[in-house]
């Protein structure tokens, strides 16, 4: 995963979105990642997971007991 600064990412917009269409861009602030910014296609692909995940979860039976 690559990474800038939110400066530079302000300042190099569209070099951002070039970036981010190949792969994850972390954007930091005072060095440190706050955001990851992606591709349309890899967050609804994420949404599409994440979605079909939390469908599954009401068809799986927990076991008793807490174990």
Do not use: C, W
């Amino acid at each position: 995963m690559q990474r800038m600064s939110a400066r530079d990412a302000k300042n190099a917009f569209g070099r951002l979105i070039d970036m981010a269409r190949a792969e994850p861009v972390a954007i930091e602030k005072h060095g440190r990642p706050v955001v990851v910014v992606v591709a349309l296609e890899e967050y609804e692909r994420l949404v599409a997971n994440r979605t079909s995940d939390h469908a599954l979860s009401g068809h799986i039976k927990k076991p008793e007991g807490g174990g």
